[in-house]
């Protein structure tokens, strides 16, 4: 079974600045996809940014970017110039090529963004 | 192009009762996929529908099931509620299944 671990509870940044949530993943699978999720006070689960394992470039989504890492089985985000609207829960998400077995979630990251 | 929709948003249930959510994916989306999030599990996979028919799902007892209708929209049942059903309940659309998916608002059961 696929796994995903994302080592920090909470993270917590100066507005303006920049941040970096961890997630590792574990699969046997090659063909898959990887996702960042926010999630708000609201509860609404918003798609930051999406990275296919086949493809070896990282993702870029505006202040979003990603640093994919498919031998160590690495899923960083990375965020830049904060924002305080920024302040959210971050998940890490998996699913394989065949969708099979749904998304798999990380534990999630709280990021606080201090103004 | 309108998002997922979820209704109820909020729910109060008994124990031993039964509930019905509902959820109408993206316009051309065909996949719906149903996630339970709780403080304790996290977020975990239901079952996820395509063209009608239980595509895939995930490990939770028989009391949880589902539907959906040729217009894909999807519905989910838990019948002889427990307290350990209260969770907030989201759908999820895509095109296929495969890749990215949506979210809706969820529905937030609290089970008494």
């Known amino acids: 079974a696929q796994t995903v671990t994302q080592s920090q509870p909470e993270m917590s940044v100066q507005e303006a600045e920049t941040v970096t949530l961890s997630c590792t993943y574990d699969?046997?699978?090659?063909?898959?996809?990887l996702f960042w999720y926010k999630q708000p006070p609201s509860r609404q689960m918003i798609l930051v940014i999406r990275?296919?394992?086949?493809?070896?470039q990282n993702a870029t989504e505006n202040r979003f970017s990603v640093n994919f890492q498919k031998a160590a089985k690495s899923f960083s985000l990375k965020i830049s110039d904060s924002q305080l609207g920024d302040a959210a829960m971050y998940f890490c998400?998996?699913?394989?090529?065949?969708?099979?077995?749904?998304?798999?979630f990380g534990k999630g990251t709280h990021l606080i963004i201090q103004p | 192009k309108a998002g997922v929709t979820q209704t109820p948003r909020y729910l109060i249930k008994t124990r031993g009762q039964q509930v019905t959510l509902s959820c109408s994916p993206i316009?051309?989306?065909?996949?719906v996929s149903w996630y339970q999030q709780t403080p304790g599990q996290g977020l975990q996979f239901l079952f996820e529908?395509?063209?009608?028919?239980?595509?895939n799902k995930g490990n939770f007892p028989g009391r949880f099931s589902g539907r959906q209708f040729s217009n894909s929209r999807s519905e989910m049942n838990v019948s002889t509620l427990e307290l350990g059903d209260s969770a907030l309940y989201l759908c999820?659309?895509?095109?296929?299944?495969?890749?990215?998916?949506?979210f809706g608002p969820g529905t937030r059961l609290t089970v008494t």
């Open positions: 999820a659309s895509s095109f296929s299944g495969e890749g990215e998916q949506y």
């Open positions: 699969t046997s699978e090659s063909d898959y996809y």
């Open positions: 990275q296919e394992a086949y493809k070896q």
């Open positions: 998400a998996y699913i394989s090529g065949g969708g099979a077995d749904g998304l798999t």
């Open positions: 316009s051309g989306h065909r996949s």
């Open positions: 529908y395509f063209s009608e028919t239980q595509r």
